[in-house]
């Protein structure tokens, strides 16, 4: 096969003399497989700022012949799996290069690569993890930000699955291939994948890209800290931050999870079954009976906005101006939010104090909604009485005009 | 009692102006409860005044107030709600009175020789009234008023030649802002009830110089009654139905105020105008985008000011009438108009899109 290409290199090569790049003018008369590349490269992001073949595989493209391939031009041909990261960092670690084409692009990947332990596992041999070309695709690499790349936010998942979810790849490596299963259930990834939010995590954001790396037990806070920094603070400053350490408890993961990180609910809290706090704190002790405060404390701030929002809605639909209680209703709702944050400090009295002021706003709220709808009843009953009043001086003006017209009224002869 | 009488005819000689109202006579057939649709829109109109005065006590007209402020007055201000709603409701009324008052002239051929200006007057006086809905709409600036606003004063910029330079002056500026919301109060409270009080005066004294129009057909020597006291105190009756209406639409159907207007956000879903002008945004949108070589919008908005134009010179059009014979085309012109209105109107609420 490797003659005959030869041969028609040769062949068709003469006839090229003078092409500007002999690669691309004999591969894409070559067809097929050996074509492919060529057309592939037409879409990619190096063939638009002018980089060809021989960038990345050396030769010598102004040579119409085959000896355009000779290893003393330069050519490499098919880079190995273990060479590929080097290759690409030769411009992608050249900050002066890549400053002529993209200055905002970092130039640590090759760096960072080293530190992965995809990096790492290819040093010492193992060429079935990933490399550049992995992820990033090769022969019409298109920039990140293109949704048709491999390594745009809403397609990482599936990438990364690719071989993460494949557990005849992923056998002898010793870790679950169920990822992205879970991530699809997970909060993130129907934020991600079902609606279309860009701003929720994929794989990277948690894992790193180029130093793809899993968090350790005592890092997990730094990485869900990224977005959710009031609850890392909360925590770190927190008893349970020392007490995880010591039972090597993964941080948030221990009670939220990893890749099937769902939705945080106030069930989670407490001494219900649904509560992951009895998990580790027995009923008689003194953890079980915090998580049942703070619990309550949560419970009282939701249902007194419950209610108020009963009576605001009421008194809304019965035409009364409700602005001002929207807006107080809306601080309490914040406030919501604020207190279940707060449940990161595992400390009753602090949340409780979160909650109670919330708590006085949203019973005002509710009080106010229902003076209301008293006072929508006072006025229609006042209103009875202009009617009333209305009524009588109509009737009395009725009367008139029908004495006025039988005056009027000719006598009947 | 009748030294106080006498006291004020020595100075003011009311006697005589009573004389004179009851022998001002007011035809009396089976139409003669249209005459009463005058003085109920000149009843509303006064309400509106009474009850704006006191608005104006509290509103502030800004963008970072109005809503504000009419919120005061609904919260707050004792009876603030009342005169807000009544005056939002009395809004609405008076639009229907006018409408139907003008389209009640229209049917009877009121506007027969000699009284062309009294008609006149009247069409200027409509739509000096619906410039009122479309001012007033907007200065409690929530989020309705402020979308609506916008889809009107677009309309208006869809006038063929002077449309962009209209538009730019009612919004004062390119989009609807705090300049449009100045301006607009400054036409609601000042320059249209000016405009109104004046040609009112005008339209009664032309009333009264021209006195009530018969239906075509109707004897000279039918019944009358006497406009004082027996008209007065039926229009008083109308009057006081009204009012009634009106405290029992602002007391068990407040009128809401909604949410404030924000600029950079989305227009809400179901934007329409007031009532009174979804007739004409409706057809807008069923005319196809170019029509014989003009924008679809422009050839509209043309067919409306030229059916305003008829009906402003229908007087010196419909010669049968003006020789007392019934002009049955005139008659069924309107009805038509009427109808595909009313269709429109109807479509804009039920089947919007």
């Known amino acids: ?413 | 009692m009748n030294r106080v009488a006498d006291w004020l005819d020595r100075r003011l000689h009311l006697r005589s102006v009573r004389d004179f109202l009851g022998h001002k006579l007011v035809p009396m057939h089976h139409h003669s409860i249209w005459y009463y649709l005058g003085g109920m829109t000149l009843f509303l109109f006064l309400v509106q005044v009474a009850s704006g005065v006191l608005l104006l006590l509290y509103y502030r007209p800004a963008p970072e107030s109005a809503f504000e402020s009419i919120r005061f007055i609904v919260a707050h201000v004792p009876f603030g709600w009342l005169i807000r709603s009544v005056h939002a409701w009395a809004a609405n009324l008076m639009v229907g009175a006018a409408f139907a008052h003008l389209f009640s002239v229209f049917f009877l051929k009121a506007y027969r020789p000699p009284r062309e200006l009294t008609w006149m007057t009247g069409c200027v006086l409509m739509a000096l009234t619906l410039a009122f809905g479309f001012s007033g709409y907007l200065l409690p600036w929530n989020e309705l008023a402020l979308f609506a606003t916008k889809v009107g004063t677009d309309i208006v910029g869809a006038t063929p030649l002077v449309g962009h330079w209209l538009r730019f002056v009612l919004r004062g500026g390119d989009d609807v802002t705090g300049a449009t919301l100045t301006r607009f109060f400054g036409f609601h409270v000042a320059l249209l009830p000016l405009l109104v009080t004046a040609l009112l005066l005008v339209h009664f004294a032309l009333v009264q110089v021209h006195g009530i129009s018969q239906p075509i057909g109707a004897s000279k020597s039918d019944r009358n009654m006497p406009f004082y006291p027996h008209f007065v105190l039926r229009e008083l009756l109308v009057w006081l139905a009204v009012l009634a209406v009106l405290i029992g639409l602002a007391t068990f159907m407040p009128w809401e105020l909604g949410h404030k207007a924000d600029p950079f956000a989305s227009a809400p879903e179901g934007i329409r105008p007031e009532w009174y002008f979804t007739f004409m945004s409706q057809t807008l949108k069923y005319l196809p985008p170019t029509i014989a070589g003009m924008e679809g919008e422009h050839v509209g908005i043309i067919a409306f000011a030229m059916v305003a134009l008829v009906l402003f010179v229908v007087p010196f059009l419909d010669r049968r009438a003006a020789r007392d014979q019934p002009s049955l085309l005139v008659s069924l012109g309107g009805a038509v108009f009427l109808a595909f209105a009313l269709t429109m109107t109807l479509l804009a609420y039920f089947r919007p899109y």
């Open chain 1, 1 to 413: 096969m490797r003659v005959v290409a030869a041969v028609l290199l040769v062949v068709v090569g003469a006839g090229r003399a003078g092409a500007a790049d002999s690669c691309v003018a004999c591969h894409t008369d070559l067809g097929d497989e050996l074509a492919a590349p060529v057309s592939a490269m037409k879409a990619d992001v190096h063939a638009k700022v002018g980089l060809s073949c021989a960038d990345c595989h050396g030769g010598d493209p102004a040579d119409p012949d085959t000896t355009a391939m000779d290893e003393t031009k330069g050519f490499v041909g098919r880079p190995a799996p273990a060479d590929i990261p080097v290759l690409c960092g030769r411009c992608h670690s050249d900050e002066n290069f890549m400053r002529r084409y993209n200055p905002q692009l970092p130039t640590d990947q090759l760096a960072a690569f080293r530190t992965s332990v995809h990096g790492r596992r290819l040093a010492v041999g193992d060429t079935k993890v990933a490399n550049c070309v992995s992820c990033h695709g090769v022969h019409g690499i298109l920039a990140p930000s293109d949704a048709r790349s491999p390594v745009h936010k809403m397609n990482v998942p599936t990438t990364c699955a690719h071989c993460h979810s494949d557990p005849a790849y992923m056998a002898g490596y010793g870790i679950p291939t169920d990822q992205l299963a879970k991530y699809q259930r997970s909060v993130h990834g129907q934020l991600l994948l079902v609606q279309r939010d860009v701003g929720a995590p994929a794989c990277n954001d948690c894992h790193g890209n180029h130093g793809a790396f899993p968090p350790g037990a005592d890092s997990v806070a730094m990485v869900c800290g990224q977005c959710h920094p009031i609850n890392k603070e909360l925590f770190l400053a927190s008893p349970h931050r020392a007490a995880f350490h010591k039972l090597g408890l993964p941080e948030c993961v221990a009670c939220h999870g990893n890749h099937g990180v769902v939705r945080a609910t106030d069930d989670m809290l407490g001494t219900t079954p649904t509560s992951v706090c009895i998990g580790c704190h027995a009923p008689d002790s003194k953890g079980y009976a915090a998580a049942a405060r703070m619990r309550s404390s949560v419970d009282g701030l939701r249902q007194a906005i419950a209610a108020a929002e009963a009576a605001v809605g009421s008194a809304t639909t019965a035409g009364m101006e409700m602005g001002e209680e929207e807006v107080a209703l809306q601080s309490a709702r914040e406030a919501l939010i604020q207190v279940r944050n707060q449940v990161h400090t595992f400390d009753p009295v602090a949340v409780q104090k979160g909650a109670n002021g919330a708590t006085a706003t949203a019973r005002d709220v509710e009080n106010s909604a229902r003076a209301a709808l008293v006072e929508f009843g006072n006025r229609r009953w006042l209103a009875t009485i202009p009617l009333a009043m209305i009524a009588l001086v109509g009737g009395l003006l009725y009367a008139r005009i029908r004495a006025l017209d039988r005056e009027r009224r000719p006598p009947p002869s």
